[in-house]
């Protein structure tokens, strides 16, 4: 089993900026992606970042340019900076990853998510 933790959300005024943060714990032998995804009321979970445990990242077109995600295998982290905030980026932002265990096979898992509220 594997738990993902995350934290950094919270309330930022349109043009702000946060970091959320997720840890990842448990029968990890690597994370082989590890990212980002969000839900807005009405809406369906949808990708926001991704990056590959080789470094390879993915975006959504409309975070392109105001998002960041990193990773720290090390730590079996991944961060994901939001600059320049929007109305639209509120949403609860999940973290989510695949891994292959130590103990064999792969698997997905997701975060309890985090709250991120952008206010005019």
């Known amino acids: 089993q594997v738990q993902l933790v995350e934290s950094g959300g919270g309330l930022v005024q349109a043009g702000g900026s946060l970091r959320l943060s997720c840890a990842a714990s448990?029968?990890?032998?690597?994370?082989?992606?590890m990212g980002w995804y969000r839900q807005a009321p009405g809406n369906e979970r949808e990708m926001v970042a991704v990056?590959?445990?080789?470094?390879?990242?993915s975006y959504a077109d409309s975070v392109k340019g105001r998002f960041t995600i990193s990773r720290d295998n090390t730590k079996n982290a991944a961060y994901l900076q939001m600059n320049s905030l929007r109305l639209d980026d509120t949403a609860v932002y999940y973290c989510?990853?695949?891994?292959?265990?130590?103990?064999?096979?792969?698997?997905?898992?997701w975060g309890q998510g985090t709250q991120v509220t952008v206010s005019s």
């Open positions: 989510a990853a695949a891994v292959r265990h130590q103990s064999g096979g792969d698997s997905e898992y």
């Open positions: 448990g029968d990890i032998f690597v994370i082989k992606v």
């Open positions: 990056a590959t445990s080789g470094g390879s990242t």
